[in-house]
């Protein structure tokens, strides 16, 4: 039985270091920013982050669902030998996808001065919300043809769209629109290009793997055809939901405050938001290894896991949440002096990423079992966090708005951790988590306590936050890690040992 927890262990580390790599590889679209800040200036900057997060959030009616439904009944009947229904399945998504997305397509165009003018009150905005909008059908296709890849188990298609091609041709046409005096109208040209692009990407590696020719025999076969709808709708809407739930505030900046706030708003998200790969790390390799121990009704397999990466989560982002608060300014100024305004916004939604990390771990039991009450929490946490975005930033602008975003994950996560308890009798938290949260506070503070008696620039502001790292994890070895922590660096040093010696001889 130890030997199998140890096995899950490891299992749950070594997919969450692959998964954090790839998450690592997409955070690169942070590059876009700096240039779009350093050349575009802050507000225009802002115009395409609201173009960009609002038409983000709409394709998620035109998607449907469907990604998720492919990835999971498309692996379904590949590992029962079914061919013939993974390309049904396959087929129907872009029936029904592409008659969702033009629906979407067309409201888009039809509502966008209400959106644009009635809600941002930005005129701006309209014809880059209208250029956009022709890419719900592209984000369709893309997000078919990759989560069908992702089915047969091959990760490394979505890294090279998402992470490679797109961000790259973003970040080529917005250069070049910059220089032929392009302003909003060109970023809106270029991201829908780069869409486009990385569309045809996403569908020349498909055709690896799958037939493009079956797939089209199967576009209008209607058995199973209302299954599928079923099946994926009520995962639309809830991605729908939850993308809203991270937008939200964004969204009301941008309606409460100038658009060029709304930039250092969204750039302050952007820095903040390395944060979430420590979860998104997890997540994908924590869900199947839960998914087994709760067929097997294991709860003690359940628990150590449950308390293992809550811990670990927590490990990371105290590393990570420590450099930020040092070097927040310093790091926001790399996009433009404008930005660096938003410095108390970033720790302060770094807060609410860690929050959400550790705690919001506890939404995948959930998640397995209770879909409703997970779909409740959501949109009780929109309700809460709209409320309080209202009164907050007319009052403190965009502190107010992070504020916000804190105290409502930190009910939601809170409602979701005592749900757990309650429905499962598991609690994630151990004092070894205790002692990760003392050893950030006791390094953070001593970091700070130097660094305000000797800092005389920002860029030794971003040294300290670098000093603070080593000095995080010499706090926490002296207080003593777990056991699994124990092993894990055991390892390495006995990988790093037998390296070192191989290369002697």
Not at 39 to 61: F, N, Q
Not at 112 to 131: D, V
Not at 342 to 349: M, N, P, R, S
Request: include cysteine; hydrophobic fraction near 55%.
């Amino acid at each position: 039985m130890a030997s199998e927890k140890q096995s899950d262990a490891r299992d749950i580390a070594k997919g969450a270091m692959i998964n954090f790599i790839g998450v690592i590889a997409r955070s690169s679209n942070i590059i876009l920013f700096i240039v779009l800040g350093r050349l575009y200036g802050v507000e225009i900057t802002g115009m395409y982050i609201l173009t960009r997060a609002s038409m983000d959030v709409i394709s998620k009616l035109g998607i449907l669902g469907l990604d998720r439904g492919i990835l999971t009944l498309a692996s379904r009947y590949h590992a029962e030998g079914k061919d013939e229904d993974v390309y049904r399945v396959i087929g129907q998504a872009f029936f029904i996808g592409g008659i969702a997305s033009l629906i979407v397509l067309a409201a888009v165009q039809f509502f966008a001065e209400a959106l644009t003018l009635g809600f941002f009150k930005n005129p701006n905005l309209l014809l880059p919300f209208r250029i956009v909008g022709f890419a719900i059908p592209v984000w369709m296709c893309s997000a078919i043809f990759l989560f069908s890849t992702r089915a047969m188990r091959i990760m490394h298609y979505e890294v090279i769209t998402k992470s490679l091609v797109e961000p790259l041709f973003m970040l080529a046409l917005a250069t070049a629109f910059y220089f032929l005096d392009g302003g909003i109208v060109g970023l809106s040209i270029a991201l829908l290009s780069s869409l486009s692009i990385g569309a045809i990407v996403s569908a020349k590696l498909f055709s690896r793997v799958f037939s493009l020719k079956r797939v089209g025999g199967y576009i209008f076969h209607k058995h199973q055809r209302g299954a599928l709808f079923r099946f994926s709708a009520p995962i639309g809407v809830y991605d729908l939901l939850n993308l809203l739930l991270q937008r939200m505030d964004l969204f009301l900046v941008g309606r409460l405050m100038p658009t060029a706030t709304a930039g250092v708003y969204g750039v302050a998200q952007e820095v903040a938001s390395p944060l979430k790969s420590a979860r998104q790390a997890f997540d994908p390799i924590f869900i199947p290894v839960v998914s087994a121990s709760y067929q097997l009704r294991d709860k003690s397999k359940m628990l150590l896991q449950y308390q293992n990466v809550t811990r670990w989560i927590l490990l990371i982002n105290a590393a990570l949440l420590g450099f930020m608060v040092l070097a927040a300014e310093p790091l926001l100024n790399i996009f433009g002096k404008s930005f660096g305004e938003g410095a108390t916004v970033t720790y302060i939604l770094a807060t609410a990423i860690v929050i959400n990390g550790v705690a919001g771990l506890a939404e995948l039991f959930i998640l397995i079992d209770k879909p409703l009450i997970n779909l409740a929490n959501t949109i009780g946490t929109i309700i809460i966090n709209g409320l309080l975005s209202l009164i907050l930033i007319p009052q403190y602008g965009i502190v107010g708005a992070a504020g916000a975003i804190v105290i409502s994950f930190a009910c939601m996560n809170t409602a979701r951790v005592l749900e757990v308890k309650w429905l499962y009798q598991l609690q994630p938290f151990t004092r070894f988590h205790a002692k990760g949260i003392i050893a950030f506070v006791t390094a953070l503070a001593a970091t700070l306590v130097i660094r305000d008696w000797l800092s005389t620039s920002l860029w030794i502001d971003m040294i300290f936050g670098f000093a603070y790292l080593p000095l995080y994890f010499i706090v926490l070895s002296m207080l003593g890690m777990a056991a699994e922590e124990k092993r894990a660096i055991q390892k390495l040093r006995s990988k790093l040992t037998f390296r070192k010696s191989h290369n002697i001889r």
